[in-house]
C-alpha cells in the first residue's frame, strides 16, 4: 500500500511537470499535453511491468522532443530508466539500455540539438541507472546476508541437535557399561560373601573402583555442558576396560599393536566401541571368553569377539549408537554372528587421522 502511494505521488508530480509548458504558455497544445500524460502516467504501474512503462513513455518523450515540447528534463523517462535498473532482469536490462540509448541519440540528433546537450542528457540517464542499480545491488545484498543468518541459524541448530546426541551416547555408554559391571560384580560377590570372603572383597573393591570411573567419565562428559574442554577417553584407556570386565569372571585377551598418536576424537570412537562391546557381553552374551584386537594399517581396526549366544541379537540403543559415533568420524562397523564358530563379533575401521 505505502509503495502503490508512493507510485501514484510520482506519477503525479512528474505529470505535473510534463504537461505544464504545453499549457501555461500559449499557444495550447493539446496533442503535447496527450503525449505529456503518455510520457508520466504510466509510472503508475512502473513497479509491475518496468520495461513496458519504460517503452511507453520513452516512445511518447520522444515524440515531444521531435515537436519541441519537451521541458527541460524527460522526468518521466529518467524515473522508468531508474526503475528498469532496479527491478528488471539482466536479459532485459541489456535490451532496455539498448533501447533506451537508441531513443535518447535519436531525441537529440533530429531536432538537432547542440552537443553539449549530450553530455548533459547522457550524464542524467546515467545517474538514473546507476542510482536505480546501486538499490538493485543493496536488495540483492541483504537477500544474501538474510539467506546466510538463516543458514547459519540452521547449522548451529544441526551442531546443537549432533552435540546433544553426543552427549547422549556418551552417557549411555558411560552408565550402560559401569552399571552393568557393578550389578554383575555386586550378584557375584554376594554369592560368595560367606563362602570365600576374599573374592568378595574383591568382587566389592571392584565395584568401587567402577563407581569411582563412572563419576570421572561423567565428569568429562557433562563438563561440556559447563564449556569445559572434555578429557575422552582414548586408546591407551582400553586395558582398563578389559581389566574391569576380567573381573566379572571372562576370559578377555587383548591384543594390540603399539600404535602412534591418533586423532582423540578416534581414539575416543574406539574406547566407546570397546566399552559398548564388552558391555554387552557382560550383559547379554553369557560368554567365557572375549578377544579384544586393535591393529593398524592405513586405518585403525578394533575388532571384539566372544564365545556366547549372540547370534542375531541386537541390544536396545548402544549399538545404533556406537554406528553413529563410528560413522560420525568418518569410520565402518560390522556387527553380527561370527563366522568362526558360536558367538557375536564387532568390528571397526576407524581412520586414524579422523574425518
Keep these: 500500500m505505502r509503495e502503490r502511494l508512493i507510485d501514484l505521488l510520482i506519477a503525479a508530480a512528474v505529470t505535473a511537470a510534463t504537461t505544464f509548458p504545453a499549457i501555461w504558455y500559449p499557444p495550447f497544445h493539446p496533442g503535447a499535453v496527450v503525449l505529456g500524460l503518455f510520457a508520466s502516467v504510466p509510472l503508475i504501474w512502473r513497479r509491475r511491468a518496468p520495461v513496458l512503462v519504460a517503452l511507453v513513455t520513452g516512445v511518447a518523450t520522444t515524440w515531444l522532443s521531435l515537436i519541441q515540447m519537451l521541458p527541460d528534463m524527460p522526468y518521466g523517462q529518467l524515473v522508468a530508466t531508474y526503475t528498469w535498473a532496479e527491478l528488471a532482469s539482466p536479459a532485459w536490462r541489456i535490451a532496455s539500455i539498448v533501447a533506451t540509448t537508441a531513443g535518447v541519440v535519436f531525441s537529440l540528433v533530429m531536432p538537432q540539438e547542440k552537443p553539449p546537450s549530450f553530455g548533459y542528457v547522457g550524464l542524467m540517464f546515467v545517474t538514473a541507472y546507476a542510482l ?6 543493496r ?3 541483504i537477500a544474501f546476508l538474510e539467506e546466510r543468518t538463516l543458514r547459519l541459524v540452521e547449522e548451529q541448530a544441526a551442531a546443537a541437535g549432533n552435540e546433544r546426541a553426543r552427549i547422549a551416547r556418551d552417557m549411555h555408554d558411560v552408565l550402560a557399561h559401569s552399571v552393568g559391571l557393578m550389578v554383575v560384580q555386586a550378584e557375584g560377590g554376594a554369592s560368595v560373601v560367606r563362602a570365600d570372603a576374599g573374592r568378595a572383597e574383591a568382587a566389592f573393591d571392584a565395584i568401587a573402583e567402577t563407581g569411582r570411573e563412572a563419576l570421572v567419565q561423567l ?3 557433562l563438563g561440556v555442558l559447563r564449556e569445559q574442554a572434555p578429557e575422552p577417553a582414548g586408546v591407551d584407556a582400553i586395558p582398563s576396560l578389559v581389566e574391569r570386565a576380567r573381573r566379572t569372571g571372562l576370559d578377555v585377551s587383548l591384543d594390540r599393536v603399539s600404535l602412534p598418536t591418533v586423532d582423540p576424537v578416534v581414539g575416543a570412537t574406539a574406547f ?4 559398548e562391546a564388552l558391555t554387552n557381553v557382560v550383559k547379554h552374551a553369557g560368554a567365557r571368553r572375549v578377544s579384544v584386537t586393535l591393529s593398524l594399517s592405513d586405518r585403525l581396526d578394533v575388532c571384539v569377539r566372544d564365545d556366547g549366544r549372540g547370534g542375531d541379537a541386537v541390544f536396545g ?3 545404533r549408537g556406537m554406528l553413529e559415533r563410528v560413522q560420525a568420524v568418518g569410520g565402518t562397523l560390522r556387527t553380527g554372528p561370527r563366522g568362526d564358530g558360536p558367538g557375536f563379533e564387532v568390528v571397526a ?7
Excluded: E, K, Y
Excluded at 349 to 355: I, K
Design 132 to 137: 536505480g542499480a546501486g538499490v538493485r545491488a
Design 139 to 141: 536488495r540483492d545484498r
Design 219 to 221: 565428569r568429562h562428559t
Design 272 to 275: 566407546r566401541v570397546v566399552q
Design 317 to 319: 540403543h548402544g549399538l
Design 349 to 355: 575401521s576407524l581412520p586414524v587421522g579422523g574425518r
